[in-house]
């Protein structure tokens, strides 16, 4: 390393200013990066939150229209008006939310000339708030009385 004298009132030996320079962070740069990271993740966080409840919704959202689905499949094989009936079905899907299904029938009203057709509405209703998570409506076509 190269010395440098400096003239004047003392002569110690000194270090060019290039030698002296900071080589890296110092305690209080890394407790401020550390804030900001802080700040930002908490800033963060609320859009995190919501997000996981979007989720959760959908996944309720999807299981109620696969389940008013298959209830709209059983109903298609309905061809008589003795077969035309509401029911009300409670179930629990995998992540332990309570829906109800709710089949109504319109009235069938069918004669051996004059086959009809019957509107059929299937709802899902979620059981812990009351809220109609889906609902859909179908015609069938029935030829027998």
Not at 38 to 49: M, N
Not at 55 to 60: R, V
Not at 64 to 76: K, M, P, S
Not at 127 to 140: A, E, F, P, W
Request: proline share 3%; glycine share 6%.
């Amino acid at each position: 390393m190269n010395k440098l004298y400096r003239q004047g009132a003392s002569s110690r030996v000194t270090e060019p200013d290039s030698v002296r320079a900071d080589g890296g962070f110092g305690l209080i740069e890394i407790l401020i990066s550390i804030m900001l990271l802080g700040i930002l993740a908490v800033s963060l966080l609320p859009i995190l939150v919501q997000g996981l409840r979007l989720a959760a919704s959908n996944a309720t959202l999807g299981t109620a229209t696969l389940l008013a689905n298959d209830e709209l499949e059983h109903v298609r094989t309905w061809t008589s008006c003795s077969e035309v009936a509401p029911a009300t079905v409670a179930t629990t899907d995998s992540r332990g939310v309570d829906l109800t299904i709710d089949t109504a029938v319109g009235s069938c009203t069918v004669s051996a000339e004059n086959p009809a057709s019957v509107s059929v509405t299937v709802t899902v209703t979620r059981n812990d708030t009351g809220v109609v998570v889906t609902s859909t409506t179908t015609y069938l076509f029935i030829s027998e009385p």
